[in-house]
């Protein structure tokens, strides 16, 4: 049909209906012409004959097996993520390309930006979201879910819906984000258009199926919801859907490419310093590593991350060998490629903390009490087995040996990256990177344990030698879009890193905004973290203020929310002039307690009530003034 063509003055079309057909005929078989030609026939009890070909269709008395009214994919879909580090917000962007290419309208949206009372009108939801903490909703997240949970949900019975998860098998509430979005949307009636898919942290493969399996779905080749096609566009629907659903694998499956070097392709950096920041008598080790990437094409901002491929302390990786019997130098499958056993243990599997799911699969292998305690009703003895063990003593403690490698190795999962937050700014220097990684070293079970990226960089990298790294964006962490809002950072030890990204940054733009620093650690000689470069910034009056806390200077320890609780005047003065608040390091005690005092300083100042201070600080998250990276 490549020379058959209509136009406005041979055929009953405007112009923009015949540039349609066109468009669709010149990808149709003969058969799917033959089909088309039938449809339209039955569509108005005419059958069409002629060059065309000719085709019956069932009339509208026929079994209920045949088509009696034509039908159309609907083209809208709304995406909403929820996001805390930015990999669900990625992923939605990626599936926004993949379904435009399709020919589907899209929009996507954080969760803390959708209004809530357009819920209802939506009839094609995808959700990627992920899961924070122990089973909590990342924080643009929260209102949304409660919503979603709570009596003023809508009923959905017209919605269609899909649900991405995110999250980490190490945690006890895997996924449970996005298992709670999955189940209430199904108990407020909408359908689903694909089952949920819940990833672990290598969330590649498992993610671009799910965006496959959607755009299936949504393209009529699968369960997809459809709409009675009826009026004057009937031929543009129809060309919508047989172009959608005869897409190419390779148009639908397209990534976005942001970067040469992403986390499944990453660069080869050199490393250009390695040396402790703590000072000799220091109970702690803190690394700070500068990485070349120049001509890498790797760009970010102040918030990102470095993602680092670390490798598995030998000695440890020797000792699982050796209780399981194994052959280091026997070649077993790695991916597509063949490797001996111990390189693959080092490089690429993971063998230093355990899930709740290897141990279930593990324990086919042992006959020495694996079995009873993987039993559904003995969650809490498992989870606490899980805690600070790794595979050796997994193998040591349940007997498990002689298995071929070819067999248990499977078993494991890949050796994720590790993330550090980025401690210096690309306006700055845009040839390097710098970390500050805390060598994590500590006893448990009557063995030494050693963090597996952090004691790989302090004791097996030296300046000279190379890292597989990426960049990971953080749009959840960023510095205010106007330079002269003030900014109050809380950051002890190094949750400090990203607050020296983004100090050096304004720096290097000439930022008007006010700054404020609270920094906390151990002790003011030995763990004063970039204590130089501080005090200088504070003297060129960058750094507008820095209070500190040191913990074990003193009889009663003292942490950074005591210090924001002495300032509270002060503090909630820079809030109302519209400071954004921004608090980095660990989850528990310390992020939670940092809240704690934010709250607690706007009751006292404001003179609000508990219940209004919270909401006053919710406003300040919905606004993108209280923004967190813990961990």
Not at 86 to 100: D, F, Q, V, Y
Not at 234 to 252: D, H, L, P, Q
Not at 347 to 369: M, N, P, V, W
Request: glycine share 8%; with cysteine; aromatic share 8%.
């Amino acid at each position: 049909m490549s020379g058959y063509s209509f136009r406005v003055d041979n055929g009953p079309f405007n112009q923009h209906q015949a540039e349609v057909l066109n468009q669709l005929l010149a990808t149709l078989s003969p058969d799917q012409m033959i089909w088309l030609s039938g449809y339209l026939a039955g569509m108005h009890g005419t059958v069409l004959e002629g060059n065309l070909g000719r085709a019956v269709v069932p009339s509208a008395s026929t079994s209920a097996s045949g088509a009696t009214t034509a039908t159309a994919i609907k083209r809208d879909v709304m995406i909403l993520f929820g996001s805390q580090t930015g990999n669900a917000e990625r992923l939605a962007g990626e599936m926004k390309k993949h379904l435009e290419d399709a020919g589907f309208t899209v929009t996507v949206s954080c969760m803390s930006e959708f209004r809530t009372n357009n819920l209802k009108k939506v009839k094609q939801l995808l959700i990627v979201v992920s899961t924070h903490g122990e089973g909590d909703p990342p924080d643009k997240a929260v209102l949304f879910h409660e919503f979603l949970h709570g009596k003023r949900a809508p009923r959905l019975e017209g919605m269609w819906f899909s649900v991405l998860s995110l999250g980490d098998q190490l945690y006890d509430q895997f996924c449970k984000t996005g298992q709670d979005f999955d189940a209430r949307l199904e108990e407020l009636g909408a359908k689903r258009i694909h089952p949920r898919v819940d990833c672990d942290v290598d969330f590649d493969e498992p993610a671009k199926a799910w965006m496959d399996g959607v755009l299936n779905a949504l393209s009529g080749q699968g369960d997809a919801p459809t709409e009675t096609a009826e009026g004057g566009d009937v031929v543009e629907r129809i060309a919508a859907g047989v172009v959608s659903a005869g897409a190419t694998s390779a148009t639908a499956t397209q990534t976005v490419a942001t970067s040469v070097f992403t986390r499944t392709n990453p660069f080869t950096s050199e490393v250009l310093e390695n040396f402790n920041l703590n000072g000799r008598k220091s109970e702690k080790e803190t690394r700070h590593l500068k990485l070349a990437i120049e001509g890498s094409g790797l760009c970010f901002e102040p918030g990102d991350s470095l993602g680092i491929y670390p490798h598995n302390d030998p000695q440890l990786v020797d000792e699982v060998l050796s209780t399981m019997g194994w052959n280091a130098d026997e070649v077993i499958p790695v991916g597509k490629q063949e490797m001996p056993l111990r390189e693959a243990l080092i490089r690429h599997y993971e063998i230093t903390l355990l899930s709740k799911q290897l141990l279930k699969q593990a324990a086919s292998f042992s006959q020495d009490g694996l079995q009873n305690l993987v039993q559904a009703d003995a969650n809490e003895k498992l989870k606490a087995y899980t805690s600070g063990r790794d595979l050796l003593d997994l193998v040591r403690d349940f007997s498990i040996k002689g298995i071929p490698p070819r067999e248990f190795v499977p078993l494991l999962r890949k050796l994720p990256a590790r993330l550090y937050s980025i401690a210096s700014s690309f306006r700055a220097n845009s040839g390097e990177v710098d970390l500050c990684i805390a060598a994590l070293r500590y006893q448990a079970h009557n063995r030494d344990r050693l963090g597996t990226c952090s004691v790989h960089c302090a004791e097996r990298i030296e300046s000279g030698d190379y890292l597989q790294v990426f960049v990971h964006s953080n749009p959840n962490f960023r510095q205010p879009a106007d330079p002269d809002s003030p900014i109050i950072m809380v950051g002890p030890g190094t949750g400090v890193a990203p607050f020296r990204a983004f100090v050096e940054d304004r720096e290097e733009s000439g930022a008007g905004g006010k700054s404020w620093l609270f920094f906390g650690d151990r002790h003011f000689r030995t763990d004063f973290l970039y204590q130089v470069e501080w005090l200088r910034w504070l003297k060129l009056g960058v750094l507008t203020r820095l209070d500190v806390a040191f913990s074990r200077d003193q009889g009663a320890k003292v942490y950074v929310q005591q210090r924001m609780l002495e300032k509270s005047r002060e503090f909630y003065s820079w809030l109302q002039e519209g400071a954004h608040f921004y608090v980095c390091g660990s989850i528990k005690p310390m992020a939670a307690d940092v809240h704690a005092a934010l709250v607690s300083i706007v009751e006292r100042e404001s003179g609000k009530s508990k219940e209004e201070a919270e909401a006053y600080v919710a406003s300040l998250r919905e606004q993108g003034r209280y923004q967190r990276d813990v961990y």
